[in-house]
């Protein structure tokens, strides 16, 4: 109902990310972005219902999307703050 169709976390601790993607799905997108780009040592990859991937910024470099059938966005929130 938020749009999100899956939230994966990066971070060293496995209960962690558990829990947070958790969390985060239920945030929502630009809430659940901003979440964790609070957070040290969390990184997190969100892919919408309409196949739109975001990543938090530790990740914009590192990740990379092959499938053609999926796009890159851009969080609002996050681009208000560079």
């Known amino acids: 109902e938020n749009g999100l169709a899956s939230v994966s976390i990066i971070s060293a601790e496995a209960t962690e990310a558990d829990a947070l993607s958790t969390l985060v799905f239920g945030l929502g997108l630009e809430k659940?972005?901003?979440?964790?780009?609070?957070?040290?040592?969390?990184?997190?990859?969100?892919?919408?219902d309409e196949n739109t991937v975001f990543t938090t910024t530790g990740l914009r470099t590192a990740f990379e999307l092959t499938?053609?059938?999926?796009?890159?966005?851009?969080?609002?929130?996050?681009l208000s703050r560079r």
């Open 32 to 48: 659940g972005l901003e979440f964790c780009e609070q957070r040290e040592g969390v990184e997190a990859i969100l892919v919408t």
């Open 67 to 78: 499938d053609k059938e999926f796009k890159r966005g851009e969080s609002k929130s996050l």
